[in-house]
T-cell receptor, first 115, second 111 residues
C-alpha cells in the first residue's frame, strides 16, 4: 500500500533562513505527489504537485520541491522563510484505485519561525 | 470557478448525540468526494470517499457513516457520538489532474 513518511514532527527556523521539509514515499508505480499547508484551524491549501516531467517543481509562496526517485523522496524547500510561513505542512501521495483515487497524507511537520 | 462549502465550522456535541456534517461543491459535476478526519498529532485520515451518487467507500470501520444523496452533496453522520469522534473534519473534492480542494473544516468536540 502507498504511504508517506514525514520524519520531522517539528522544525524551527529563523526568519530569512532556508527551509527543507523532508518527505519519503512508498509506492510501487510512479507516484503523484503533493505538498499542502495548513494554518491553524483552517483547511488545506495546495502548495505544489508532481506528476511527471521535470523533477524540480515550483509552487506558490516561493516553495519548490524536488522529486528524487532513487531516494523515494519529495522534499519541500524555500530559500528564505517568512514569519507567515509558520504552519503545518503535509506531504501526500495519490493512489489510483479501480473506483477512484485516494490521497494519503503523512503525519505532517509543524513549522515554527523565529523572528 | 469551483468552490466547496462545509458547515458548521465548530460543533460541540454530547456523547450519544447524533451528528450531521454537510459538504457541498459548486461549479463542477460528478466530482470524487472525500471525508477526512484530523486528530491531534495524527495527520489526516481518510474516512470515506465517493465516486458518485449513493456510491460510498469506507476506509476505516468506525462509528461514522457517509451519504451522497445528490451529485455535489456529501454528508457525514453518526447515530451516537463517542468521545473518540472528536477531531477536525475536512471535506474535499477531486477534479481533473487529481487536484484536491479542501473545505475549511469542522471542529467537532464531543463532551
Amino acid at each position: 500500500a502507498q504511504s508517506v513518511t514525514q520524519p520531522d514532527i517539528h522544525i524551527t527556523v529563523s526568519e530569512g533562513a532556508s527551509l527543507e521539509l523532508r518527505c519519503n514515499y512508498s509506492y510501487g508505480a510512479t507516484p503523484y505527489l503533493f505538498w499542502y499547508v495548513q494554518s491553524p484551524g483552517q483547511g488545506l491549501q495546495l502548495l505544489l504537485k508532481y506528476f511527471s516531467g521535470d523533477t524540480l517543481v515550483q509552487g506558490i509562496k516561493g516553495f519548490e520541491a524536488e522529486f528524487k526517485r532513487s531516494q523515494s523522496s519529495f522534499n519541500l524547500r524555500k530559500p528564505s522563510v517568512h514569519w507567515s510561513d509558520a504552519a503545518e505542512y503535509f506531504c501526500a501521495v495519490v493512489s489510483l484505485t479501480g473506483g477512484g483515487n485516494k490521497l494519503t497524507f503523512g503525519t505532517g511537520t509543524q513549522l515554527k519561525v523565529e523572528l | 470557478s469551483q468552490t466547496i462549502h462545509q458547515w458548521p465550522a465548530t460543533l460541540v456535541q454530547p456523547v450519544g448525540s447524533p451528528l450531521s456534517l454537510e459538504c457541498t461543491v459548486e461549479g463542477t459535476s460528478n466530482p470524487n468526494l472525500y471525508w477526512y478526519r484530523q486528530a491531534a498529532g495524527r495527520g489526516l485520515q481518510l474516512l470515506f470517499y465517493s465516486i458518485g451518487i449513493d456510491q460510498i467507500s469506507s476506509e476505516v470501520p468506525q462509528n461514522l457513516s457517509a451519504s451522497r444523496p445528490q451529485d455535489r452533496q456529501f454528508i457525514l453522520s453518526s447515530k451516537k457520538l463517542l468521545l473518540s469522534d472528536s477531531g477536525f473534519y475536512l471535506c474535499a473534492w477531486a477534479g481533473v489532474n487529481y487536484g484536491y480542494t479542501f473545505g475549511s473544516g469542522t471542529r467537532l468536540t464531543v463532551v
